[in-house]
């Protein structure tokens, strides 16, 4: 366990120092700060519009971080060679491989957390509500599963796919498991539709991620609109995602044990 903890020590060190990462941080940021000034831009109620505004640059940003962190994480160690010191020492593959994925998603942590902050203070000040900033909290809480499970598909394909072709594919992963999911879930569960096109939809559905079910903008944007059990919802959500991680990262453990490096 030792080794695995001082590697991802040193990947959070490493994340936070890399210029990229930082900069898609500040600008999300910046973003977040001047959100409140977009109110006055709609017709619809400012705190609502506040709300999808500030859950969105959220979502977003740490979707391009989490992606951004993780594509060039391995590729990055085998370039610059520090994968053979370390791999000399009494270190596993599999326990360079969660090192570096925990380091991943601790620095992600920090940086949703630091956003998580503004968004309180921000309603706090602007909307004499904190009330509501802290409710947002929940919806950021499961971004951050949602991205972990991201971080997991990203270094699992890490293991064999260059860093740039790996950028777009975790990307559109993300999309389709976000956007197209429920499309892709609904067209396999429709009895009339084609039953090509119905086992390709339950293949996607069942081999993909559901990223959806992470996207609890919907009930903190619109009150009325309520999950009947939000607690079992949440709860099926994060096992859901901690076995499909445990999958990702078994399955990047088989291949980067396997590749010579």
């Known amino acids: 366990m030792r080794p695995i903890l001082a590697i991802a020590k040193a990947t959070v060190g490493e994340a936070v120092r890399r210029k990229v990462l930082l900069i898609i941080f500040f600008i999300a940021a910046l973003l977040l700060f001047i959100a409140p000034l977009l109110g006055v831009l709609s017709a619809r109620s400012e705190k609502t519009v506040l709300t999808g505004f500030v859950l969105g640059i959220v979502q977003l ?26 791999l000399s020492k009494p270190v596993q593959r599999y326990q360079f491989l969660v090192g570096k994925y925990l380091g991943a998603i601790s620095a992600l942590a920090i940086m949703m957390g630091f956003m998580g902050l503004i968004t309180v203070a921000e ?29 997991a598909v990203a270094i699992f394909l890490s293991t064999f796919v260059a860093p740039l072709v790996n950028f777009f594919l975790s990307g559109g992963i993300y999309l389709i498991g976000t956007l197209g999911f429920p499309f892709f879930d609904s067209f396999s569960r429709n009895p009339n539709s084609p039953a090509l096109g119905k086992g390709m939809a339950w293949l996607v559905t069942n081999i993909l991620p559901n990223f959806a079910s992470y996207n609890v903008q919907n009930p903190l944007i619109n009150p009325e609109t309520q999950i009947s059990n939000p607690l079992m919802y949440a709860l099926n959500a994060v096992i859901y995602g901690v076995v499909y991680i445990v999958v990702m990262l078994i399955l990047g453990m088989i291949v980067f044990d396997r590749k010579e490096v």
């Open 123 to 151: 309603f706090a000040i602007f909307q004499k509500d904190v009330a509501k900033g802290i409710s947002l909290l929940q919806g950021i809480a499961m971004f951050f599963v949602q991205m972990s499970l991201l971080s």
């Open 61 to 86: 940003s740490s979707a391009v971080i989490a992606i951004t962190l993780t594509v060039y994480m391995l590729p990055n160690e085998v370039e610059r060679r520090t994968i053979y010191t370390i």
